[in-house]
Each structure stands twice: as C-alpha cells, then as structure tokens.
C-alpha cells in the first residue's frame, strides 16, 4: 500500500509534466475509478477538460493538483492510489495497458503533448473533482474538502510539533494507533510504525498517557528520520517515464530494522524480532528493546 514516500515519488514525478499544463481529452475507461467523485462521469470529464492544471501537492498520502483557475470555486483533482494505483506518464500514441481507467491527454507549454494514464489493477484507488476550502490551521492554504480532516505529516513545514506532542499525550489509547490515526498525524503506515517504534525503542502496545514527553518527542523525530531516509531511497529509485506505485518495491526494503524482520536478529541487541497480530495485520518488535514501561508514580 502506497504510503507518503511512495505517494511522494509520484508527486514529483508529476510535478513537471502536469504543472501549468492544459487537459485535452479525458478518457474513462472504468466508471468504478470515479466512486469518489461527487456526480457522473460526465461531469468529471466536462469540468476537467481544457482545465489547466496547477502544481501537485501532497498531504500525508493523499495527492491532489489544483486546477488553475477555475470557472467558479477553487478544486482540484484528486489523485487516491489506493492498495494498486499507478499514474504512469506516456507519450500520446504509446499502447495502453489493459488495467488503465481513466486516460487523461494534456498539453505541457514546454514538453507539448503528454498522457496521463491512471492504472489501478484493484481498484480502490479513484479520481475525483473535489472542492478546494481552506486549511483549519492555515486559512490561506487551500485543501480538498475530503483530505481537510487529515492531520499535517509530520514533514510538511506547518506540521505543530508541539501541539501534536500535546495531543498524544492527552490521548486515552497505545502509542501505534496513535502513530496510524490520521487525524492525529498522517502519513505513518505500518512499516514506518514499527521502524520507528523501534528505533525509539517504544513497545507498539506503550499506552501514550504513559509516555514521557521527552520519549514521545524523541520517538516524533525518529518518525521523522525514518520517513526522510524513505523519501530519499524513493527519489533515487525514480523513473521519469514510470511513475510505480506497487505497493512493496518502493519501499526502502534493505533498510528495515524490525518490519517483516520476524525471527531474524534485532540489528541493536541480537534478540529475534517478534511479529504480533495487530489491527488485522502485523507488528514487529524487539523483546528485549522495546518493553512495555510503567512509570513510577514519581515520575
Ligand atoms: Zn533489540
């Protein structure tokens, strides 16, 4: 499942040919990959033709572009990748694979004529036209109305560190769902859970009214380590001509210190990595480094 280094990867990858160019044509080619989109098909492809497109952007691992202006109110395109969502950029002419839903032909006003190609084999990715209103806590940045009650990830510039810190710790539930609400904080998956779980050496089921400030604050800038070596592996993996958004190959697979690690040695302590069910999928951690910790009442 994408997450933000994956959706970040198709971001820039998009950024040069969809920014300040003009839609033509749009082809869908499955309705089910409008689900999301507030009205028929034929809405979708009358509003989005001749739009002019303005620069991607991103908010944990919800993607949008903004189309520059609009008739009416600001909105944007919203791009969901879902489990198996790929925008792929073609040149016009270039076969079009069987998976594609939605087909959309812009003209760059420097790289000319360009396919947008929407592939989703399963199908819970969607585009939608979407209403742009303004962030709750930045009024002047506008956001699409369905991503407006997702938290800032913790790389975007405006993320508060020191009111999510607060509302952690306020919270009455353990530290990974925590860490995967996104209206608390986005762009965390599983993967990154548990590699910065460990890295902070927090036990996964750590209730956060437990935490420690300091702990908690250590643990966000693990998050934040984790993430940045992620965008970094996925920036070096990009393919201009192939935007892949696969779900496991755009991970940082040889960097992984405890996700999909079971039984194999703790990097820190040698101890094996233990997997528990959690969630309906999995957590990994080390026995030894990560321990539940109970704070003394003096504390
Ligand atoms: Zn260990």
């Avoid at 499942?1 to 971001?11: D, F, G, K, N």
């Avoid at 084999?121 to 369905?146: C, T, W, Y």
Wanted: net charge positive; proline share 8%; charged share 25%.
């Amino acid at each position: 499942m994408p997450e933000l280094p994956e959706v970040e990867v198709v971001r820039l990858g998009l950024a040069p040919a969809a920014t300040g160019a003009r839609v033509d044509a749009v082809e869908v080619r499955d309705e089910r990959s409008l689900r999301r989109h507030p009205g028929p098909a034929e809405d979708f492809v009358t509003r989005l033709r001749g739009a002019r497109l303005g620069s991607p952007e991103r908010r944990g691992k919800y993607l949008w572009v903004p189309l520059a202006d609009p008739a009416g109110a600001p909105v944007a395109l919203v791009i969901h990748l879902g489990m198996s969502g790929q925008v792929l950029l073609r040149t016009p002419g270039s076969p079009v694979d069987r998976l594609t839903r939605i087909v959309l032909g812009v003209t760059h006003p420097d790289a000319g004529p360009l396919r947008v190609d929407f592939v989703d084999q399963r199908i819970f990715g969607s585009m939608a036209l979407d209403d742009l209103v303004p962030a709750v806590d930045a009024p002047a940045q506008l956001i699409p109305s369905s991503v407006a009650h997702i938290a800032r990830d913790p790389v975007d510039p405006l993320f508060d560190d020191r009111r999510f810190l607060a509302r952690l710790l306020r919270k009455d539930t353990t530290i990974k769902r925590a860490l995967l609400d996104q209206t608390l904080v986005s762009g965390i998956g599983n993967i990154y859970a548990d590699e910065a779980l460990w890295a902070a050496r927090v036990h996964y089921d750590q209730p956060t009214r437990s935490l420690s400030r300091p702990r908690a604050s250590a643990l966000l800038a693990e998050v934040r380590l984790v993430l940045g070596r992620a965008l970094a592996e996925g920036g070096t993996s990009f393919d201009a001509q192939y935007l892949n958004v696969n779900g496991e190959s755009g991970y940082f697979a040889h960097s992984l210190k405890a996700y999909g690690r079971a039984g194999l040695p703790c990097p820190r302590c040698g101890r094996p990595i233990v997997r528990e069910s959690f969630m309906n999928r999995g957590s990994h951690f080390c026995p030894r480094c990560q321990r539940v910790r109970v704070r003394s009442t003096a504390a």
